[in-house]
């Protein structure tokens, strides 16, 4: 019996000891609101994408990219919009930039064109020094100004001769083509920008654009296009990382990372095995995916195990799921100096087996569960975006615990609202920040190292497949007057006390932000409703002037 005392002890130590290191699935306090700071020096700031917000799509020596040749063809994009001319951000860099001083931002995150500044996407074909002169002018006025720029390399924007000819991120080619391009931009921008995002959401360009098909390219390669796609842009990450470590570090001194997107995944039943693992199953598919090989060098063990199986199952001789050699393993792992997180929503996950036939294979149902939301949850914009600030914080505890409490800067959150409302009191994205924030100050007061946190998005823009219908800007951009004029939303009155104030000082104060903003937003309102009438009105002369100009 004293034994087996020790023995127990032993084993309860060693439980103690995996736990604390452990995420905790078990526990999950939502506690109330917290009032108080975030730490010096925290960096506030906004972002966009080049695609949603440049236009300009064929100017100045841009050549296509794959969302303009999808967005052209009809019936991919809510009512066939485009992003042609979006917000015209090509041409309102100033403009712009006095939006931000207006929100008092340190720092602003864009992406940069690649075919603007590479037409076909290949370095040694054509650099087209337009482009060039385009993102020098952005960055210096950001500079000017006080605010940081924090550059993506890639949001999805590939050139349409390297998906034509190449078939894109199927293809190891790619890895060269992109480490050119990102050495380009190293090399012109690099003495200025110290932030450089290699991808942005890489899961969305996988799924969406290989696996589903409702993103550029709008290929269906179901069971096996989104994970080789996910091959090589780890690879194409992992090389520019070592690129700039080995090239720029010494001169520029930044930091290469890379942004990750991930809603969060709760177990309906935190007291059923099977749904915490179901739950852990649907992060790791989703965040994991990147950043375990990543952080760990390999993909995360539960996908190799359910591909792997699945795989045997439909008779494959090797799984859909690629694999990395040992030299590559070694060459991936430590490929980031800060993780990016982009977190908008969250999902209840319980278990549910799928048969695995051949036809019926999918990056979906090789996860072997089920998505769950509670009726409750508040659902103002987007479909699939329900309001549960508490995702946030445990996707952040768990980002620290799985991957060495990495330096995190958040680069994408924020609430859209629904099709065509041209309310400026924007009362449930005033909401959406104050608590989505919150919780990250809760994360950070759980020991999460986050540096930063960017408002998405500054302006409304071009939405991908949902084309202009859904809207998430702080700035509204009234898309229907040719010179794209923005209004402050109430949200932007409130997101700036939080910036100024670095936090949340006390219930009276924020409360009384909340009512200030919301009291102002009508003037705003009105101004709009105004410049509507009179457009409209200019909407008509055309009709009378080829009479008069024929005179
Ligand atoms: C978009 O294009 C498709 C195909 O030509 C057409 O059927 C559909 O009516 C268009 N939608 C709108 C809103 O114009
Ligand atoms: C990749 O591109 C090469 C040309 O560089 C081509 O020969 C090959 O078939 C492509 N592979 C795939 C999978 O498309």
Not at 354 to 375: C, K, Q
Request: include cysteine.
């Amino acid at each position: 019996f004293q034994k087996r005392g020790i023995v127990c002890h032993v084993l309860v130590l060693v439980l103690c000891l995996s736990a604390a290191e452990d995420f905790d699935w078990t526990k999950n306090n939502h506690g109330s609101f917290y009032y108080g700071t975030f730490p010096a020096g925290f960096s506030w700031g906004a972002g966009s994408s080049a695609y949603q917000t440049e236009g300009a799509w064929d100017k100045d020596g841009k050549g296509l990219s794959i969302w303009d040749v999808f967005s052209h063809k009809k019936g991919k994009i809510q009512q066939n919009e485009t992003g042609d001319s979006s917000c015209e951000g090509y041409y309102k860099v100033k403009d712009d930039v006095s939006l931000m001083k207006e929100l008092k931002l340190n720092h602003y995150r864009f992406s940069i064109s690649w075919p603007r500044l590479i037409p076909t996407g290949i370095k040694s074909d054509h650099i087209n020094e337009k482009g060039i002169q385009y993102y020098d002018e952005l960055i210096d006025h950001l500079l000017e100004n006080k605010i940081t720029p924090i550059v993506t390399l890639y949001h999805w924007d590939l050139p349409q001769v390297l998906q034509e000819k190449y078939g894109g991120w199927q293809n190891i080619s790619m890895v060269n083509y992109f480490n050119d391009y990102a050495n380009l931009c190293f090399e012109k921008f690099g003495n200025r920008v110290k932030y450089w995002i290699t991808f942005n959401n890489p899961w969305s360009v996988a799924v969406e654009g290989y696996e589903t098909g409702e993103h550029a390219p709008g290929l269906k390669m179901r069971g096996t296009g989104a994970y080789r796609a996910a091959h090589h842009i780890i690879k194409a990450h992992a090389k520019v990382w070592h690129t700039y470590d080995t090239q720029w570090r010494a001169k520029q001194k930044g930091l290469v990372g890379i942004s990750l997107s991930g809603d969060w995944g709760e177990p309906v039943d935190i007291s059923n095995q099977k749904d915490i693992e179901a739950a852990e199953r649907y992060v790791q598919f989703y965040l994991g995916w990147f950043a375990t090989p990543i952080f760990h060098g390999d993909y995360p063990q539960v996908m190799k195990d359910f591909i792997g199986r699945k795989s045997v199952q439909q008779g494959l001789g090797t799984s859909r799921l690629p694999t990395f050699s040992p030299q590559e393993k070694s060459y991936i792992k430590g490929t980031c100096d800060f993780l990016g997180i982009g977190h908008f929503t969250t999902r209840y996950i319980t278990q549910k087996n799928y048969p695995s036939g051949r036809s019926s294979s999918s990056y979906f149902t090789d996860r072997d569960l089920a998505e769950l939301v509670d009726p409750r949850w508040p659902d103002p914009g987007s479909e699939w975006l329900y309001s549960v600030p508490w995702g946030f914080r445990r996707l952040l505890n768990f980002v620290k615990t799985q991957y060495g409490n990495p330096m995190i800067y958040v680069t994408e959150n924020g609430v859209s609202e629904k099709m065509l409302c041209t309310e400026l009191c924007d009362d449930w994205r005033i909401q959406y920040y104050k608590d989505y924030i919150n919780e990250m100050l809760k994360a950070i007061k759980d020991g999460v190292n986050v540096k930063g946190y960017t408002a998405w998005s500054l302006l409304d823009k071009f939405e991908w497949d949902e084309g202009f219908s859904e809207r998430f800007g702080l700035y509204y951009v009234d898309f229907r007057n040719k010179n794209k004029p923005r209004y402050p939303k109430a949200s932007v009155q409130f997101y700036k006390r939080i910036v100024s104030s670095n936090g949340f000082p006390n219930q009276r104060e924020v409360e009384n932000w909340r009512r200030k903003a919301v009291e102002t937003c009508s003037s705003s309102n009105q101004l709009l409703a105004a410049a509507r009438r009179k457009s409209k009105e200019h909407a008509e002369m055309p009709k009378v002037w080829p009479v008069h100009d024929e005179v």
